[in-house]
């Protein structure tokens, strides 16, 4: 069965400091991956997608992919407080373009 | 990103009853689009697939008969909650697929919350 695997947290990081979510997926096929940012009660918002192996930046934002250790991370930099949020991290699988789910991470920022 | 709507945003409805939800792209076509239901707490589980012009694909454990989608445009999927009961009761969440070069990503939608009483 296709999972992506993440701590549920919460992860609890300081104002200011970088926050590092981290993701793990079993299909060695997969080669798409993305950061889902969802705040209580609202749906998910796409921050971050990633096609391949290395790193990429967008603002304070980088995410990481490393295919042969099939991980997956997102780099906060400078945390601010309405980064709160939980985080999903997603595969896309198979070939029909379905995207599935981490169960998410939790992430405070404390002021 | 792509705009994706939902109609309507929350529903209160009685055991037994259909509710239809409406998922739209707003400034671009979107032959493929996606239904999630997220119960608290939990990840965002897909449901079906939605293609424009043929019959959606539905994941295991997903009854066809009771979750009926119909995506009659490029801009426009319904998804109708048949005879519904409070355990059907979630936060359904429609995405639509966006292709742009390289790019293959999804947009959310603002998410339907469905009470069944």
């Known amino acids: 069965q296709k999972e992506v695997e993440q701590n549920s947290g919460p992860l609890s990081v300081p104002e200011g400091a970088i926050a590092s979510l981290n993701c793990t997926y079993s299909?060695?096929?997969?080669?798409?991956f993305f950061w889902y940012r969802q705040y209580s009660g609202k749906s998910p918002e796409l921050i971050m997608s990633i096609y391949s192996n290395g790193d990429k930046e967008d603002g304070r934002f980088t995410a990481q992919l490393n295919k042969a250790s099939q991980y997956v991370s997102l780099l906060i930099r400078d945390s601010q407080p309405s980064d709160s949020a939980t985080y999903l991290c997603?595969?896309?699988?198979?070939?029909?373009?379905?995207?599935?789910f981490g169960k998410g991470t939790r992430l405070h920022i404390l002021p | 990103g792509a705009v994706v709507s939902q109609h309507p945003s929350w529903v209160i409805c009685k055991s037994g009853t259909s509710v239809k939800i409406e998922c739209r792209s707003l400034d671009f076509q979107a032959t493929t689009m996606f239904w999630y239901r997220q119960f608290p707490k939990q990840s965002l589980m897909l449901m079906a697939t939605?293609?424009?012009?043929?019959?959606?694909?539905?994941e295991q454990g997903v009854e066809k008969d009771k979750f009926l989608i119909n995506h009659a445009s490029l801009t426009l999927s319904t998804l109708t909650v048949t005879s519904a009961h409070p355990e059907d009761s979630s936060f359904y969440i429609c995405s639509a697929r966006v292709v742009m070069g390289l790019a293959n990503e999804q947009f959310f939608g603002p998410g339907t919350r469905l009470t069944v009483l």
């Open positions: 997603a595969a896309r699988v198979g070939r029909d373009d379905k995207i599935i």
């Open positions: 939605s293609n424009e012009g043929s019959k959606a694909t539905y």
């Open positions: 299909d060695r096929g997969s080669q798409s």
